[in-house]
């Protein structure tokens, strides 16, 4: 069990005076099986006295709210903490194969009701299906291993083919040009990875959250320093949504803290919004996340960076208690 602080700063200051803005916040840790959020705080300055709250169509939890004062400045400062712990990963064992997940699957849907797995099934503008990436499960077993394992066995393959390089891409940058560079951070990563798994008849979500690490040796850790992380979650019909890092090859752990799930970026983009007036803007953001108290197997091999509602993710693995957007590292 860890319980982590997290602290999100968001500063966007404009060349000339805003008369409004208008914003849309995902930055609330989610309350899962292995995942509880036990505070959040947003400080907004200046003040938004029309702050409100709702959850959103996935079971993310959405603040909005407007400014109608002249500013140059918004500062916007989310403070969370939440205890976590590890997830009951289930032994491959259990899995089918991926050849007789795909038939599992179809029945789920069009026999069983689980119409909401369909939507992950799709493309979407940030996760189109692209060739390239289905083959990059080419050579691995679909007929007898376990899926557990062919989805290790295919973060295993991102690992060999892919290289952590944060100025290889921005926001926008298209997932075919991640494929010709094979150069890109978590957030192409992950796409890619629901490319694949997707076309592989795998309902595949995005997760977008935050992951605590280790500083390196002999140095403090850096206040502002860490980012917003995301990885991929996949349904396995046998034990429900499993999460998977492609960017540290590993299936998830105590150190990732959910915020929120979709189908791609966009539907859990952190913050989202327009201004009236301003002219020219910069955005800043600052990323904090340390533990108050770790008590894990090995608690020095946190993984190291390269610098509530009925929702579609209900079913969730057991666990022992279960304008502008930002871009992810």
């Known amino acids: 069990m860890v319980t982590i602080h997290i602290t999100h700063e968001t500063t966007y200051r404009h060349s000339g005076p805003a008369t409004a803005a208008w914003q849309m916040l995902q930055l609330q840790p989610r309350s899962e099986p292995a995942q509880e959020c036990i505070s959040f705080q947003l400080e907004i300055k200046p003040a938004a006295?029309?702050?409100?709250?709702?959850?959103?169509?996935?079971?993310?939890?959405?603040?909005?709210?407007?400014?109608?004062?002249?500013?140059?400045?918004?500062?916007?400062?989310?403070?969370?903490?939440?205890?976590?712990?590890?997830?009951?990963?289930?032994?491959?064992?259990?899995?089918?194969?991926?050849?007789a997940t795909r038939r599992q699957l179809a029945t789920l849907i069009h026999s069983r009701g689980q119409f909401a797995l369909e939507q992950f099934l799709h493309p979407t503008p940030a996760v189109p299906l692209l060739h390239g990436a289905k083959i990059l499960a080419d050579g691995l077993d679909a007929q007898t291993s376990p899926l557990i394992e062919w989805i290790a066995q295919l973060g295993r393959k991102f690992s060999d083919h892919f290289v952590f390089d944060a100025t290889a891409t921005n926001i926008s940058t298209p997932l075919v040009q991640v494929l010709q560079t094979r150069r890109g951070v978590c957030q192409d990563f992950t796409h890619l990875f629901l490319s694949c798994a997707r076309q592989h008849g795998l309902p595949a979500a995005y997760v977008s959250g935050y992951l605590l690490t280790n500083p390196p040796p002999g140095q403090p850790r850096l206040l502002g320093a860490d980012a917003m992380h995301a990885w991929a979650?996949?349904?396995?019909?046998?034990?429900?949504?499993?999460?998977?890092?492609?960017?540290?090859?590993?299936?998830?752990?105590?150190?990732?803290?959910?915020?929120?799930?979709?189908?791609?970026?966009?539907?859990?983009?952190?913050?989202?919004?327009?201004?009236?007036?301003?002219?020219?803007?910069?955005?800043?953001?600052?990323?904090?996340?340390?533990?108050?108290?770790?008590?894990?197997?090995?608690?020095?091999?946190?993984?190291?960076?390269?610098?509530?509602?009925?929702?579609?993710?209900?079913?969730?693995?057991?666990g022992p208690s279960q304008s502008q957007s930002q871009s992810q590292s």
């Open 49 to 99: 006295p029309d702050l409100t709250t709702r959850l959103d169509y996935f079971g993310n939890t959405r603040h909005f709210f407007s400014l109608r004062e002249s500013h140059q400045e918004l500062s916007i400062i989310s403070r969370s903490t939440v205890r976590r712990s590890s997830e009951a990963r289930p032994l491959p064992g259990i899995t089918q194969p991926l050849h």
């Open 233 to 318: 979650s996949i349904f396995v019909p046998e034990v429900g949504w499993v999460d998977y890092d492609p960017t540290n090859t590993c299936f998830i752990g105590a150190s990732h803290v959910a915020v929120a799930r979709g189908r791609d970026y966009t539907d859990v983009s952190p913050t989202r919004g327009v201004f009236t007036g301003g002219g020219l803007h910069q955005l800043k953001i600052g990323v904090t996340v340390e533990p108050e108290r770790v008590a894990l197997t090995h608690p020095g091999e946190l993984p190291r960076m390269h610098t509530q509602s009925q929702s579609p993710f209900h079913s969730r693995l057991p």
